[in-house]
């Protein structure tokens, strides 16, 4: 009886030594096994470019050059062709500056002016007065006569310049270059009064933004700063503008101050009324290393980043200059043709072992 228990003890001993052991190397199996799983990530090379530090704003953009023109006497309405289009002027056409857009018609206001005889009544002035001139010198006429026809020449001039004055208002011409943005409607023929509107004409290659900004930043942004503008209708594209003007008040319920943006459109790419973003460069590096924040993890040691190093993970602790909301110029921690990890970072540890994948 007592043998067999001790046969029974034996039997539990031997079996508890064999699962161990089993157990053991399944575990030491697993552990090679950890130590072959790589983490699939990509990477991209470091190399130098420039980052801006910038103030984002918003604002609505409007034309620098615009006018409203009215007639400036009365008279029988005659809307012009458009030597561009072959057809009369219509909205949206671009006018080139000094182009008759609208002639209106008086007889009665011309004869009135009597430029024909104002123009004869000049040449006859120039003549007296240059033969009074030849006469003088020849002793042939007195000083004051001489002055009495150079005064009479002058009346004729100014007549006769006031004449060209008051028939040029029958032609409503482009004072600027631009584009027609509003034209009122006359039956051709038409007699109209005098201070009638006619036309709008806008010249929107050149914009102007009025925008609104923080008191926080009023040491920070100067005039002359470069912005870049920025729409949803121009994807991928940027407008060059300039901070032009700053007002010195602080709105005291605001907390903020006026500024004025002045926009290079020379493309036509905005139309005025647009809600359009800006950014105030307010400084710049060039031949800096930059990254994108979205590759940064925030950890207790600080901002830390990954590169490959010789197939293996290695965590490097980073330091910011300057930043933008995507952006940020790396001081310390990195260097040009590092390979920084941009996808699959998040789950790596210092030298956990990688397979760089596209």
Do not use: W
Request: charged share 25%; proline share 2%.
């Amino acid at each position: 009886m007592i043998y067999h228990t001790n046969s029974i003890t034996m039997k539990r001993i031997a079996f508890f030594i064999l699962s161990l052991a089993v157990f053991s190397a399944c575990n030491d199996n697993e552990t090679d096994l950890n130590k072959d799983i790589a983490v699939q990530v990509s990477v991209q090379e470091i190399t130098s470019k420039s980052i801006e530090k910038f103030i984002s704003t918003t604002g609505t953009v409007n034309p620098i050059k615009t006018v409203a023109l009215k007639s400036d006497v009365a008279g029988k309405y005659h809307l012009q062709i458009n030597p561009k289009t072959g057809r009369k002027f219509a909205l949206g056409d671009y006018v080139s500056e000094g182009t008759t857009v609208i002639i209106l018609e008086d007889k009665e206001y011309e004869n009135n002016i009597k430029i024909k005889s104002l123009e004869l009544r000049l040449e006859i002035s120039q003549q007296v007065s240059e033969k009074q001139q030849s006469l003088y010198k020849k002793g042939g006429v007195t000083l004051s006569e001489v002055k009495n026809s150079e005064i009479d020449l002058i009346n004729a001039k100014y007549s006769y310049e006031d004449a060209i004055f008051r028939l040029a208002k029958l032609k409503v011409k482009a004072p600027f270059s631009g584009s027609i943005t509003n034209l009122n409607y006359y039956t051709d023929n038409t007699k109209i009064a005098a201070a009638s509107d006619l036309l709008s004409i806008m010249d929107y290659s050149k914009l102007h933004m009025e925008i609104n900004l923080a008191e926080k930043n009023m040491s920070s942004v100067k005039t002359g700063q470069q912005v870049n503008i920025i729409n949803y209708t121009i994807p991928g594209d940027t407008l060059n503008g300039v901070l032009s003007q700053l007002s010195p008040a602080i709105d005291s319920e605001t907390r903020s101050f006026k500024a004025i943006i002045n926009i290079n459109n020379s493309k036509l790419l905005l139309r005025p009324g647009m809600f359009a973003k800006g950014e105030i460069v307010v400084a710049k590096a060039d031949s800096a290393i930059v990254i994108s924040k979205d590759v940064i993890l925030n950890k207790q040691r600080g901002n830390t980043v990954f590169v490959v190093n010789k197939g293996l993970a290695e965590e490097r602790i980073i330091e910011f200059g300057l930043e933008n909301p995507n952006e940020v110029q790396i001081i310390t921690g990195l260097e040009k043709k590092d390979r920084l990890v941009i996808k699959g970072f998040e789950t790596l540890r210092n030298r956990s072992k990688i397979k760089v994948v596209k």
